[in-house]
């Protein structure tokens, strides 16, 4: 299985930026995706999920109302768009699945994508 | 929110056992999974629902839960072992997954 990030860089507070992250190996389709950041030097901290279907998603407190996640099944991607962009979103963004279920352990990760707020 | 306490730091000499513990109000009704994160590197699943170990986990590491505490246990530790331990849970009543704080394993 590989998973791979795409599209972060550095961006201006209060602007939008759109990552992606496709999956090869697996039957995309069938499974919920993640997605997890860190912050230099912090912990790991989880950011959203949406479900295999894309029927159903859920997101951390920090991010509702400015983050929105996505998927398109026939392209075998998962994006998170991000909009209002603060300073501490900086952060490297990991995208993870693992399980139809949403409440599945994600075991497969990428390397993450970095986004730069500043 | 929901919240799962660590502790900052673990040292332990080689051959030695590492204990880390997770703790968290409600995670005696929860499942626990744990990650090795070594520098530079995506976070790594080395124990699953409780207990349960992937195929490139060793057997000197594992996973136990009593009332609200999960505790990954790392016998005969080696300097490979180091690095940043997660516990995390799916919290049901916010529908949100938690990570815990993060234990640095150093390996004396």
């Known amino acids: 299985v590989q998973v791979v990030e795409s599209g972060g860089g550095v961006v201006q507070p209060g602007r939008s930026l759109k990552v992606s992250c496709e999956v090869s190996g697996l039957t995309f389709k069938n499974y919920a995706m993640n997605w997890v950041r860190q912050a230099p030097g912090k912990g790991l901290e989880w950011v959203a999920v949406?479900?295999?279907?894309?029927?159903?998603?859920y997101y951390a407190d920090s991010v509702k109302g400015r983050f929105s996640v996505s998927r398109d099944n026939s392209r075998d991607t998962v994006y998170l768009q991000m909009n209002s962009l603060r300073v501490d979103d900086t952060a490297l963004y990991y995208c993870a699945s693992g399980s139809k279920m949403v409440r599945g352990v994600p075991i497969y990760w990428g390397p993450g994508t970095l986004v730069n707020v500043s | 929110s929901y919240v799962l306490t660590q502790p900052p730091s673990v040292s332990v000499a080689p051959g030695q056992t590492a204990r880390i513990t997770c703790e968290g109000d409600?995670?005696?009704?929860?499942?626990a999974h744990w990650y090795l994160q070594r520098p530079g590197q995506a976070p790594v699943v080395v124990v699953y629902?409780?207990?349960d170990r992937l195929s490139a986990t060793p057997d000197r590491v594992s996973g136990s839960k009593s009332g609200n505490t999960a505790t990954l246990t790392i016998g005969g530790v080696e300097a490979g072992d180091e690095g940043d331990y997660y516990c995390q849970v799916w919290d049901n009543v916010s529908d949100q997954w938690v990570f815990g704080g993060g234990t640095k394993l150093t390996v004396l």
């Open positions: 629902d409780n207990v």
């Open positions: 949406i479900s295999y279907d894309g029927s159903s998603e």
């Open positions: 409600n995670l005696k009704n929860q499942v």
